[in-house]
């Protein structure tokens, strides 16, 4: 059968950027919707592929499954029909949680940086229906003080100016667990926006500013952050001591006065982001930050202070109590430092009390057993054959040697009590290592020995109670 050539129709378009023809896009049947992919999304089609003469080489339908690619890389298909795509994935973790769709391409190269300060216009949407429209500027970074969830901040940071997005949102980029009842946005919702990049300004990086810039700027991080704490905005007060460490800690321009303004900073914002940790009751943290500037400065009151906090909440009063009282030892009037020595030496007390009766409570149920034993012992008389392994022997009720052995160590140890009946003679003739050393007296007694304690007189004993050793 002869075929005709192929000859481009009169709604055929040039998408070559050269516009030399050799690229032809020519819609047979128009798709649904305004929306277009944007480079990288995944995309699904049927194609069929012919030659110009028309014969066909090759077609996804006769697969019978569609084609699947990212889109920006080339292929080699002339029909097309799309099946489905999803919209690029902007969430670090790449788990879906915000997808961009692509409405209108923006212009240039440049996007926002973190603290770039962005114009934008937005349109929140939930199960279709719109919750907020509105005009708004604000830092990449502070968005939450301004009613911007932190999905559509990350998303942000990937637009250009002018570019206009629909933004698809999982609730744990959105409000999450809180929702926001004003608006009838109820937990763990997902959201979506339409954002419009009207413009921005980026925020000064650090390798653009000379020693005073990087002076000037961590003095505003620090003045923000200072604020943010004092109205209980910890996370943002966190992002802006940090950017104080990121401008000043490996930058090595700085001399004389410059530089002592410079560590007076960096210990500064090691100081607060360990009380900002503390606060978050993020002690690990808090206890890093102190070291840090405790480098800086190893007898800094509020260093040693702060430490000995984390140190508390990690449950550590003994290492707390070290730094409390250095503390004490450089200010000695310092209440607050007393106040925690104090706390300390209870928590350790408590500590102690707790360990006794652990230990108590072991020797204790020891002995209990030995009570339910009732005396009942194995005949040793009748000692097997005794193989090269490793073996437990029962001596008495309450006395277990464990032998590792090839042999004629066990049967030397059988040996050395032929019969229960020499049991008693043969521990009679055993010299007396330990004397009495940790035993009750017949005074401090409250109760009839065990079986246990008179067999094993060298044993360490608590009482039941778990109060102090004897004798010690």
């Known amino acids: 059968m002869e075929v005709e050539d192929y000859v481009p129709g009169p709604s055929a378009i040039d998408v070559t950027p050269s516009k030399d023809g050799g690229v032809l896009k020519e819609i047979i049947k128009e798709g649904t919707g305004y929306e277009t992919p944007a480079s990288g999304s995944r995309m699904r089609v049927h194609y069929v592929g012919k030659l110009t003469n028309g014969e066909k080489f090759d077609s996804s339908r006769d697969r019978g499954e569609p084609f699947e690619f990212n889109l920006g890389k080339g292929t080699s298909v002339v029909y097309i029909e799309v099946v489905d795509w999803t919209g690029e994935d902007l969430s670090q973790k790449k788990d879906g949680g915000i997808i961009r769709y692509q409405i209108t391409k923006g212009e240039g190269y440049a996007t926002p940086n973190d603290g770039a300060v962005v114009d934008v216009h937005l349109v929140g949407k939930y199960n279709g229906t719109v919750f907020e429209e509105r005009e708004v500027t604000f830092p990449i970074g502070e968005g939450s003080e301004y009613g911007i969830c932190e999905g559509l901040e990350r998303a942000l940071e990937k637009f250009k100016k002018g570019e206009k997005s629909r933004i698809v949102l999982k609730s744990k980029y959105a409000f999450k667990e809180l929702g926001r009842p004003e608006v009838n946005i109820p937990p763990y919702a997902d959201v979506e926006y339409e954002v419009e990049l009207k413009n921005f300004e980026k925020a000064k990086e650090g390798w653009s500013l000379d020693s005073d810039g990087k002076l000037e700027q961590a003095k505003f991080f620090k003045e923000k952050g200072t604020n943010y704490f004092k109205a209980g905005k910890y996370q943002l007060a966190l992002k802006m001591y940090k950017k104080i460490i990121t401008f000043l800690e490996h930058e090595l321009g700085f001399e004389g006065e410059k530089n002592d303004e410079r560590k007076a900073l960096l210990l500064a914002a090691h100081l607060n982001l360990a009380m900002c940790y503390l606060k978050l009751t993020e002690n690990l943290e808090a206890r890093d930050q102190c070291d840090k500037a405790l480098e ?147 005074d401090e007694r409250e109760r009839e020995m065990t079986d246990f304690e008179r067999e094993n007189p060298n044993i360490l004993m608590l009482n039941s109670t778990g109060e102090e050793f004897k004798n010690m």
């Open 296 to 442: 800086l400065d190893p007898n800094n009151i509020k260093g040693l202070f702060r430490r000995g906090q984390a140190w508390l909440g990690m449950v550590e009063p003994e290492k707390a109590k070290a730094d409390f009282e250095m503390v004490l030892k450089l200010e000695p009037n310092n209440k607050a430092a007393a106040n925690h020595y104090s706390l300390c030496l209870v928590k350790l007390k408590e500590q102690k009390s707790r360990e006794k009766k652990i230990y108590a409570n072991m020797f204790e149920k020891f002995a209990q057993r030995d009570r339910e034993v009732g005396g009942q012992t194995m005949d040793v008389e009748e000692t097997p054959a005794i193989h090269p392994t490793k073996i437990r022997t029962s001596i008495s009720p309450s006395l277990a040697v464990e032998l590792n052995t090839t042999g004629a160590f066990a049967n030397s140890a059988t040996e050395a009590v032929p019969s229960l009946q020499k049991e008693e003679e043969w521990r009679r003739n055993q010299p007396d290592v330990m004397n009495t050393l940790g035993e009750w007296g017949e």
